[in-house]
């Protein structure tokens, strides 16, 4: 669509009555929005009267659904863990998953998004400073279903639910591609995810890891751990003898080199593979991860 010449002046500022104008503008889209009112992960309702100008992400995954949802543009703060997309590494630091509420408050924003489980420190302090109280959302990511709910509520909030419409879809339909090649095959890998290797921890059940190897066609050895992310005796996980490792970072070489652990199928076959952490954030990319991790199962 071509911009007439003042469209264009008014958008950078340069026609003479541009401030009234952009202001006027801006009214207009907020009147056109209306208040809108969404509840978070924690059961609270958040209302804003206008689409949210200026956006902190406390939490990398949350900053991946700004920006697939059309938000990104409006981020102004992000963690230093916020590396994708990669114009996210170029924002502004409010920290880590401990954030600095300094930093937040310096970037004045209208709305701040974190996860309930990652940022609970953070989020109970932002919670106690007067100028962004009913300003925090919070989101939940710990296994597919709350994470398909947290890019719908975050589009909602947000101002751009057909955007977010349009990511969950795609989501959907790359799982559904991969579902359709799981149920060709009755083949389900036993499968285990190593959160850290010394000491062991795995990935039990009722986790984002837990539905992306059910997805991928794998039967997850974690669940013999309980529920969550949990401890496991390497003995234990010796006699289950899984036919496929996978992890954030551990290699094969560095559990070759590691007593007892030659003595599984995984290891002695060689499917040991690190995944890297991009892949297991719980966020919009959570369909390619799926399809990656059904090549490495169902080679």
């Known amino acids: 669509m071509r911009l007439s010449l003042l469209s264009a002046l008014l958008i ?3 026609w003479p009555g541009a401030g009234p104008a952009i202001a006027q503008l801006r009214q207009a889209r907020a009147a056109a929005h209306g208040p809108t009112t969404v ?24 900053t991946e659904i700004l920006f697939a949802v059309g938000a ?14 990669p114009q996210a590494r170029r924002i502004a630091k409010v920290g880590d998953l401990n954030v600095s509420t300094e930093k937040v408050l310096a970037l004045k924003p209208d709305l701040i998004i974190g996860d309930v489980e990652a940022n609970r420190k953070s989020i109970a302090a932002l919670e106690r400073l007067a100028p962004v109280r009913g300003h925090i959302f919070v989101i939940a990511g710990k296994d597919f279903r709350n994470i398909f709910a947290a890019v719908e509520a975050v589009a909602a909030i947000t101002g751009h639910r057909t955007e977010g419409a349009r990511a969950l879809g795609a989501m ?5 591609r991969v579902k359709a090649r799981v149920e060709r095959t009755k083949v389900r890998p036993r499968t285990v995810f190593i959160v850290q290797a010394d000491p062991l921890w795995v990935a039990a059940a009722g986790t984002f890891v837990d539905d ?42 560095s559990l070759s080199r590691k007593a007892g652990w030659s003595s599984m199928n995984a290891v002695r076959l060689k499917r040991v593979y690190r995944l890297g952490y991009d892949a297991v954030r719980p966020g919009p990319r959570l369909a390619q991860a799926v399809e990656h991790l059904h090549t490495l199962l169902h080679p």
């Open 12 to 14: 950078i500022g340069l």
């Open 39 to 62: 509840r978070d992960a924690r059961g609270v309702a958040i209302t804003l009267r206008q689409p949210p100008a200026r956006i902190v992400s406390l939490a990398p995954a949350v």
């Open 72 to 85: 990104g543009p409006n981020v102004v703060g992000v963690t230093t863990y916020c590396d994708y997309p």
């Open 172 to 176: 959907k339909s790359t799982l559904a």
């Open 212 to 253: 992306l190897i059910t997805a991928a066609g794998g039967q997850n050895l974690g669940r013999h751990a309980g529920r969550g992310y949990r401890s496991f005796s390497l003995e234990r996980l010796i006699a289950l003898d899984p036919d496929v490792i996978v992890s954030s970072d551990t290699t094969l070489a």
